[in-house]
């Protein structure tokens, strides 16, 4: 079953001047040549459409096309023969295949399943690309200490490690807690590691970012978390993982 999209022409209405092409015929063609190409009755794309289609009273018809495909479309007298040798009009280049757009706003959500490539410039106010992994001390009120391995997570699945947060419940009131993400038993940071800053209860606003050397997590891998400064009186511990599934 072929994946399909509702044509460009939302109401699919042909007119000719001021009426309605009744009983015109609709040619549908691979773009910039004579080959025929399916068109169909609904978004299921169970159900192709005649080739011409003959349009009804109002000039309309159901009209959905591939989205792997653009089309030439020829709109045609009702007596005209196929194939035709002269159209009312014609359109080339219908469709939704690899489309070229000047300029697009986007107000939702946008999924991209394959690359994506920019040849102008773009501008981007706010974008999330990954998955959250969400990763908490069991008893959020339980003062936190130093140690390696305060949390395991085995067979990780394969992904490179885009961003890294780090929270608390109760801020360290003098020290800054540290903590240090490895794979496999090598940290995946430089020099800089995942730090909150006395008084603070996020590594959002701490003084120094972390800097990730090594993102890419072979698949089957192990990640442990470790605390390499506990501060004073900190509670809570939250780490939040952003990662891409390779």
Known sequence: MPTVA????????????????AGYQLFTYVVGTSTKQATYTD?????????????????????????????KFRLCLPTESDPPTSSVKDWNGVGWASPTFEDLTVTDDVTVGGDLTVT???TITSIVIGDWIYIKQPDQTATITTGTAKVSLPAMPACTILAVRAGLVTAS???????DINDDGV????????TIDANESTSLTAAASPTILNPTVASGSLLTIDIDVAGTGAKGWVILLNVRLT
């Open 6 to 21: 509702l044509a460009q022409f939302f109401d699919t209405q042909f007119s000719v001047g001021s009426a309605p092409a």
């Open 43 to 71: 978004s299921t794309g169970n159900s192709a459409n005649e080739n011409p289609i003959v349009l009804d009273s109002e000039g309309r018809c159901d009209l959905w096309l591939l989205t792997s495909a653009n089309y």
């Open 120 to 122: 102008g410039t773009a």
């Open 173 to 179: 009131s003098s020290g800054i807690p540290t903590f």
């Open 187 to 194: 940290s995946i940071f430089d020099t800089a590691k995942l």
